[in-house]
């Protein structure tokens, strides 16, 4: 376990030194050209480079003795069997049977390697694509859907693993071979070597024409079909309306004319695959046309007399093999371009260098003390819609600050700012008057008490999730956390307490999530508290209840609450209602009510419902 | 778009092109001769029987392998005429043996065409059988499906139902449950066969190269069976660590905001990295015990009988009992009688794994609709809007009773909104309504019809909902809106989409109402609720039902959104459900429920007035605001 860590952490080292070249950079995705993907992922093997070698030496061998072995045969059939030449058989005999043994011991020792490199090239791609992943930015993980993000770590990286351990050597094997065999048969017969030669370049171009006939149709099914999964999914996700609005008829209509649909292109689809199998296949009618040719040569010379019916064994098995490694180079070569596929989309990904980046050196963060200092912060996600516009404040320690306003208006973006998940495009966000971008961002990040609108469960026990926030919790500081955030006694009546299986079966509400969320949040005692929208999800009851609870627990807490339910943030010290990123007013709830303004009228709006709505048409 | 239907009147029947029979086979009460054999032959048989209605297609392809299998087997001895008669037969003069030469190299070709053509033949009617098989098992799946109780929908995620109408009948890489009809079968006879036809001509060449190989092939067929089980501990644990990888890396990334906010992104990689290297472990300790098993122990065994049998074979020629030529095709057969039976080994194994998708499908298939029209329901009348629920006593689970004994009447044009705690039943007396569940006792009436005795779909027809969410189709925004009325025009679309006031924000877009909703437009929560309403006003309604409707927006949209709803709710019954209290006080009747029975009706003056639950609900959502 040891050297793995180090292994782990010396690639973390490089992937931010890496990093830190491309700092302040805007994200890009370069073009590559596909031979430069290709070597991009052989660099992967390096570590192996030994093993590799050993690999090709063993498989080059055995192929060379599997040549062997025909020979024996022709001198089996021409000599010993019809002169009844008994020491020739048994000398024969023998020579069979320890070449066989010898290339099986060749056997295990290639498969033996190939699977140690297989698993271990894996192993370290699949950890520093995730690693890489989760340290971009949020706006990069945000931009795709996450299910596309799963799908890069999972299934492209098996894709792009099999084109480098299983398709790459069963290329490198294949060419090996077609050279191998070429030699041999042009010394048997070099008129019949020239013939195959130029019966491939007929071949050749034919079975491209085919692929491309075959790749045309893969992709009209495949987005045939993927309709009617989005068809299905939509049915499926949708069945409130379509059972409120009596619609079941009309959706498996639209589902099954889209199967039909999809059906017919399909059919269309395996046409091509039988007209590529029947015309250039393995057992297709050309290579067999071709052998049956070639071979009714040289039986009739047989037959003749020229040459002895012995030698045909060798010819024959050259010619199969010959016929074999070279349509085995065509089809890898055709299946090489289909997994550069994933092998692009991966390098989409590995290409976007992380944006917020520690600087080298950076120190820890000491202990927060809670001042908060936003100077004159401007900032975007998307180029063209500001989001802050000279954002100015300052936050007092043991302050319990509320930030309020119109969605849009740019709360949730302060939490962003101040945790670093985001760097600001201009001015500075001071933490107890440091520069948050000077100091190693996992210091600052880990003093807060983090509780957002929805509490993300990890998988595992409710003890692993608490223990998230802070690895070195006794079980005392959890149960101390888990009674300020009064969940202590649901988690006392559950039988297995601590220890309850968190998984998609176990359903908390929504409210004892959120306690569990903030029970999180106080097991690293923090002294800065950020709650975004912690009571927005839930219904307006068990709101009251956790208002209740995390009233106590801000007690002598810097804490800053972002929401736009104002019940949650009416007895805050101080509420900056914000408004197209700044901050337009200040105070408590009781002046800012006075006062009138903006805040008193999303006050009002806020709890008079519709009435407000009523007097004030013009919004 | 097959036929944009207009209204369905009977829920109960299928849509045409259902397989009723596989559908009810299941069905509780249905005895049948099935029921004395094991289960997992009684799920296979069932599938079978969807061939059925495609015997012709699959008798012929039954022949097809019939005729095609031998004359693979005859060319093997004309390769041995050619050998021993023509090749090695120097007594007979040269121009016979070359006219023998040239008649044998003429069958072959002529050979070749006919089992390729009848491959060919034999693939393009699987093909066929593929397709209609595959969309008739879907069709039934899916139909079924939504004829499920929403309690059942809801039980499974999305995903899974989704898997089961997919990948489960015919998915990717010739996975599910028609390809073990259409393939393995037809497989499973052609393997038997050439097993017959191989094994009888070794018999004819020398029977006992046969016996050796029919002895040998049974024991070594169990004991690889055998290290297979040996080797399924290990399987599983690997499953279990990679299911384990699977689910870290989904964390990550699902949860990739709290990794990042909480400072713990070195933790997750390394956790996730344990995580992978663990799975390396089993992974490696897995494939080196496969390599001893297989690549070691099966294949010594193998080879000793293999090399036993070509010294054999050998050795029989050096003492005349064999020819050349046997000698030559002896080896083709043994290993035509060797390589289908490890094949049907395998296939039996792939149909057993085949079963495992199938018992998915049967399990939801074989769960009866609960919630269906009775057999001699008739269709409401046009609904005049009158509501009543008389005596209701509800639960979704026998031991928490929801509604106990609810008795609400709504006049025609009424507006009544339901409030109460969370848990009080509010959102079951709209599902009730909606005939989404059956009461327990007690009923529910529309124009003094209960509900169940009408057809579902023709008071539903006259009903306009809208929900907490507004799940969007894919598709343009007519399509969404015209979701409501299938029939209806584009003026009607955009009449409803003006009262829902979000006809502006349509025509501001570039395509207008025909605008794509997957393309890469973000609509706000307000404007998603705003379709929602429309869609429910296309159908001029008589009955309007809102579930929560603003409940997921915020306050300023919330409160233009409720004022769009106080415009269309007039002249129309209608029922709103809402815990934020200030969005309903416009209402003309405010029902509060309580432990599943009203504790408190009136107006909302009337109710602060009374000085019950709905004051200390007010109360509560109002605090702050009294400073």
């Known amino acids: ?619 | 778009m097959s036929a944009v239907a207009g209204t369905d009147i009977e829920q109960n029947t299928p849509v045409e092109g259902v397989d009723v029979e596989l559908l009810e086979a299941g069905r509780v009460g249905k005895a049948s001769r099935l029921d004395k054999l094991g289960r997992e032959t009684r799920t296979f048989l069932r599938f079978v029987k969807l061939l059925l209605p495609y015997k012709d297609k699959a008798i012929l392809i039954m022949l097809l392998i019939l005729v095609a299998v031998p004359l693979g087997e005859i060319g093997l001895f004309l390769f041995r005429v050619l050998v021993d008669e023509v090749v090695l037969n120097f007594d007979r003069p040269i121009g016979e043996r070359l006219t023998l030469f040239y008649l044998i190299l003429g069958t072959q070709l002529i050979f070749w065409i006919l089992h390729h053509g009848m491959g060919v033949l034999r693939q393009i009617f699987g093909f066929y059988l593929d397709m209609k098989i595959s969309i008739k098992l879907r069709h039934t799946f899916y139909n079924h499906l939504h004829t499920l109780s929403l309690g059942f929908l809801r039980s499974r995620p999305v995903g899974e139902h989704m898997y089961r109408t997919t990948a489960d009948t015919t998915g990717g890489g010739r996975q599910g449950v028609v390809y073990m009809i259409t393939d393995d079968i037809p497989q499973a006879f052609s393997l038997v066969y050439r097993i017959v036809w191989a094994g009888g001509l070794l018999i004819a060449v020398d029977w006992k190269l046969a016996m050796v190989v029919v002895v040998y092939m049974i024991p070594y067929t169990g004991f690889s069976h055998y290290l297979y089980t040996l080797l399924k501990g290990t399987m599983r644990q690997l499953k279990i660590q990679q299911q384990r990888c699977a689910a870290l890396l989904r964390d990550g990334i699902r949860g990739v905001k709290t990794v990042k906010g909480f400072g713990r992104v070195n933790y997750q990689v390394l956790k996730y990295t344990q995580q992978v290297y663990e799975e390396r472990r089993v992974w490696w300790k897995w494939a080196m015990l496969s390599m001893l098993t297989h690549s070691i122990v099966l294949w010594t065994i193998h080879q000793l009988v293999t090399q036993g049998m070509w010294i054999y074979a050998a050795y029989r020629v050096m003492t005349g009992h064999l020819s050349v030529g046997e000698y030559m095709i002896v080896f083709a057969l043994v290993r035509r009688l060797e390589r289908p039976l490890e094949q049907f080994v395998k296939l039996m194994q792939s149909i057993r794994m085949q079963l495992v998708p199938a018992e998915r499908i049967l399990e939801t298939l074989d769960v009866t609709p609960e919630i269906v029209d009775a057999p001699d329901a008739e269709p409401i009348a046009t609904i005049q809007g009158r509501v009543e629920f008389r005596d209701v006593h509800f639960s979704y689970d026998p031991e928490k009773p929801v509604l106990r004994g609810l008795n609400v009447t709504v006049e025609p044009g009424e507006s009544v909104a339901f409030v109460g705690p969370s848990g009080a039943g509010k959102s079951t007396v709209m599902y009730l309504l909606m005939r989404l569940y059956d009461v327990d006792s007690g009923q529910v009436l529309i124009d003094d019809t209960p509900i169940q005795t009408v057809t579902m779909d023709s008071f539903l027809d006259q009903m306009g909902v809208v929900l907490q969410e507004t799940h969007l189709f894919g598709g343009t925004f007519t399509d969404n809106i015209r979701y409501g009325k299938l029939q209806a025009d584009d003026e009607e679309v955009a009449q409803a989409a003006r009262m829902a006031e979000i006809h502006e924000f349509i025509e501001s877009l570039p395509d207008g109402y025909e605008r794509d909703l997957g393309e890469g437009l973000k609509l706000s929560g307000g404007q998603q609720q705003r379709l929602g309403i429309a869609r429910a006003l296309i159908r001029d309604p008589r009955i309007l039902l809102l579930d929560e409707a603003t409940a997921s927006l915020d306050s300023r949209i919330e409160c233009q959104i409720v004022r769009t709803i106080e415009k269309i709710m007039r002249g129309r019954t209608t029922l709103m459900i809402s815990h934020r209290l200030v969005t309903v006080t416009g209402c003309d009747r405010i029902v509060v429920i309580d432990e599943g029975r009203v504790a408190e009706q009136g107006t909302h003056r009337e109710l602060l007035a009374n000085d019950g639950l709905y004051k200390l609900m007010w109360d509560e959502q109002t605090r702050g605001a009294a400073d």
């Open chain 1, 1 to 619: 376990m040891k050297s793995y860590n180090k292994r782990i952490f010396d690639s973390f080292k490089s992937q931010v030194e890496d990093a830190v070249d491309h700092h302040g950079q805007p994200l890009q995705v370069r073009q590559r050209n596909t031979f430069v993907i290709f070597l991009k992922f052989l660099t992967v093997m390096k570590p192996y480079w030994d093993k590799v070698l050993l690999v090709v030496l063993v498989v080059c061998g055995s192929m060379t003795m599997n040549v062997i072995w025909p020979w024996m045969g022709k001198i089996l059939i021409d000599e010993a069997l019809p002169d009844k030449n008994w020491r020739l058989f048994w000398i024969l005999v023998v020579a069979r049977l320890s070449l066989i043994a010898f290339g099986r011991i060749m056997g295990l020792f290639n498969q033996f390697f190939t699977r140690y490199i297989d698993l271990w090239v894996f192993g370290d791609l699949r950890t520093r694509f995730f690693d890489h992943l989760v340290r971009l930015s949020m706006t990069f993980m945000q931009n795709r859907p996450t299910g596309e993000h799963i799908y890069r770590a999972g299934s492209d990286i098996w894709g792009v693993m099999f084109m480098i351990t299983d398709l790459l050597p069963r290329l490198l094997e294949a060419i090996f071979e077609f050279f191998l065999i070429m030699i041999l048969l042009t010394y048997v017969d070099w008129r019949v070597m020239v013939i195959i030669l130029l019966y491939m370049v007929p071949y050749t171009m034919l079975v491209h024409w085919i692929t491309s006939l075959v790749r045309k149709y893969d992709r009209e099914a495949r987005t045939k079909w993927q309709r009617t999964t989005a068809i299905l999914q939509d049915g499926v996700a949708g069945k409130m309306v379509v059972k409120t609005f009596a619609r079941r008829r009309h959706e498996v209509r639209k589902f099954m004319s889209a199967n039909v649909d999809a059906w017919r292109t399909q059919i269309k689809r395996r046409y091509t695959f039988i007209l590529k199998g029947q015309l250039v296949g393995n057992w297709g009618f050309l290579p067999w046309i071709m052998g049956w040719l070639i071979r009714a040569w040289f039986f009739r010379q047989a037959i003749l007399g020229h040459i002895t019916y012995g030698s045909l064994l060798p010819i024959f098995s050259y010619m199969n093999r010959f016929r074999n490694p070279f349509q085995r180079i065509v089809n890898l070569v055709q299946q090489l371009r289909v997994s550069m596929v994933p092998a692009e989309r991966i390098m989409q990904t590995l290409d976007v260098a992380p944006v917020v980046v520690n600087a080298p050196n950076a120190p820890d963060m000491p202990p927060l003390q809670g001042h908060v200092r936003f100077e004159d912060v401007y900032f975007s996600y998307e180029e063209d819609v500001p989001i802050l516009q000279g954002l100015d404040f300052t936050i007092i320690p043991g302050q319990k600050v509320a930030f309020v306003g119109h969605s849009g208006a740019g709360k949730s973006t302060v939490l962003n700012l101040l945790l670093r998940l985001y760097d600001p495009a201009e001015g500075r966000v001071l933490l107890d008057g440091t520069d948050v971008r000077e100091v190693r961002m996992e210091s600052l990040q880990q003093q807060v008490g983090l509780v957002f609108q929805e509490t993300f469960l990890f998988i595992g026990t409710i003890r692993d999730n608490i223990l998230f926030a802070n690895t070195n919790a006794t079980d005392e500081m959890i149960w101390e956390a888990l009674r300020e955030a009064e969940l202590d006694e649901f988690v006392h009546s559950l039988p297995k307490g601590l220890d309850t299986d968190l998984h998609e079966g176990t359903s908390l509400s929504g409210g004892q999530k959120q306690r569990l969320g903030i029970a999180r949040a106080l097991v690293r005692n923090p002294q800065l508290l950020v709650l975004d929208e912690p009571t927005s999800s839930l219904d307006s009851d068990t709101e009251v209840r956790v208002l209740e609870t995390l009233r106590k627990v801000m007690k002598g807490r810097t804490t800053i609450i972002i929401s736009h339910r104002l019940p949650t943030v009416v007895d805050a010290d101080v509420i900056f209602a914000m408004d197209k990123g700044r901050v337009v007013e200040a105070g408590t709830h009781a002046q800012l009510f006075a006062e009138g303004g903006y805040y008193a009228d999303l006050y009002t709006t806020y709890f008079a419902g519709k009435h407000a709505g009523e007097n004030d048409e013009d919004d």
